[in-house]
């Protein structure tokens, strides 16, 4: 009892008063993360599992900051959100990725499709579509080549979401439905919503291959999604192991360390069209 507690005493747990201080400095510098050109988008290859081609990209942001060093959007996308600053940033992420896709297309590699996360704020913004309208516009990427990952908890009040999507789908992009799993199961609505893609959470992916409760979970998702004809994405795939296990299942895409790391769009160019098997 007493040696436990003295083992918990030395792991570091800041204090409420350091935990403040980190939000307020994040906060601070996030103001003007964008115009600093602090933030950089990385991506990540999504692969069909038959040949480990990539099929897709994954957009995912990242912060380095000149002093605070590089920041994990784990903790900054929260305080992004609270604050706003999540507006101006995912419109930046959002035309970086539409005019980085662009260019791998003039470049000709072959075409993937890239996805952009969403967060509430922005969703719910009323001038999202008519944004994504200007975007696709400006950058000349026909919609088909861009898909938006909204999580559950984002669509949780389906009256209000439902409007939106289908305008969204409307424009001819891809919407899926993201951290699939973890949120307010919304099953009693997957057929209504005009979703093309469930990305299954890693929370559910690792050791899948023995693992029965996940083999159970993932087993029916596939299968329930197939009879629904949406595409499922395995995320999170660190062991070749995994990737059997899914195969097995029948499960055509997964993303995950096995075959990348997010990369910089320099180092992501180079592995389209290659098999990412290692
Ligand atoms: P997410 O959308 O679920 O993204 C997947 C996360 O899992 C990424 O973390 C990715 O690096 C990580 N990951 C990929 N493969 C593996 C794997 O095999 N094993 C493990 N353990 N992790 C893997 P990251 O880049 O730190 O992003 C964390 C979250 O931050 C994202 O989760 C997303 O919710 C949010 N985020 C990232 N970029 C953006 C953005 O541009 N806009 C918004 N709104 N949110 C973003
Ligand atoms: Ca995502
Ligand atoms: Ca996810
Ligand atoms: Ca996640």
Redesign the pocket.
Known sequence: EAKQQGRQTQVYNPSLNEQLHRRMEIELHLRKAVELGQLK??Y?PIVSTANARPVGM?????WFHPELGAI???EF?PV??ETGF?VP??RW?LEEACRQNKQWQQDGFTPIVIS????SR?FYDPLFTESIVNLLHRTGLEPHWLEL?I?EGVMMDIHTALPILKELQALGINLSI??FGTGYSSLKYLKELPVGKL?I??SFIKHIDSNVVHTAIVSSVLSMSRQLGLEVVA????RVEELNALRENGCVFA????FS??VPAEVAGKLLGESLYP
Do not use: F, M, W
């Open positions: 988008l990385y990540q994954e957009s995912l942001i990242r994990s959007p784990g996308i992004a959100e999540i940033i995912g992420v952009v996360n969403i967060s922005q990952e999580t993201d951290d990305k959470d890693q995320e999170g795939v660190e993303q995950g360390y096995l790391h997010p």
